[in-house]
């Protein structure tokens, strides 16, 4: 299929628009406000809903929609009582490189907030996942992600205590747990396997990452193994489905 003389490489074909040409009011609402985001620019303040439905004549309630999915889409964003237009997601590779690599390449400042830091018995799932026996002690680290002091995901790492005996008293938990590993202990990663997949937020991540339970979430499970295939940790990231999106780099097969 061609793209529209009009279509942006990557947009929705035909603008999300079937070909009989019937779409809801709510949608052709978006597609409105969608062009006059882009005519204010980031950080630019969206006319009241009450002007919006009186400028395309249409019930309150369909504009409503409408600034609902731009809203989890990440165009638009909240700001006091009025609604404002977004800046650009953040874009974090799938790559061993730590978050805070990721976020500082775009010019942000990254962050993490220690919400618990608890050591208990291994259980039987994960040991073979982090390398050591059940029932041998294992850290849960628990941190809220920042960029810019904005709240934007929860890390939960697991991890041997016999790896990293330290941790409690050595560790500064908003720094890069990758740098400590590497400096400090001087492990490094060899791989990982990794999974997303999108959920909601039970009602407690909700309110730790400061979003509403309804805003999706794209979830990350990592399984990382150390330069000599050691198993090394388990990792478990949710990240704002508004705020973040992922970039991977695919090779050929030679």
Known sequence: MDYPHDQAPGAPIRSG???????????????????????????????????????????????RQALRELLLEGRLARQ?????????????PLSLASYTEGVRRQGRTPGRRLIGL?????????????????GEPVWHMERVLLADDDRVGLESTYISVARVPD??????????????????????FGDADERIETVLATPREALLIGTPPALPMLLIHRISRDTGGQPLERVRTLFRGDRFSFTAHLGGRG
């Open 17 to 63: 628009i079937p070909e009989h040409g019937r779409i809801p009011k709510y949608y052709a609402v978006k597609a409105h406000v969608s062009a006059l985001i882009d005519e204010l620019g980031e950080g630019g303040t969206l006319p009241p809903e009450r002007e919006l439905a009186l400028r395309y004549e249409v019930s309150r309630e369909t504009v």
């Open 80 to 92: 006091g009582r009025g609604t404002v237009v977004a800046g650009p997601k953040l874009e974090q």
């Open 118 to 134: 608890e050591r208990f018995p291994c259980p039987d799932a994960l040991a073979p996942e982090i390398g050591t026996e059940r």
């Open 167 to 188: 941790l409690e008293e050595k560790f500064d938990p908003d720094s890069s747990f990758y740098a400590y590993l590497h400096d400090r202990l001087g492990i490094s």
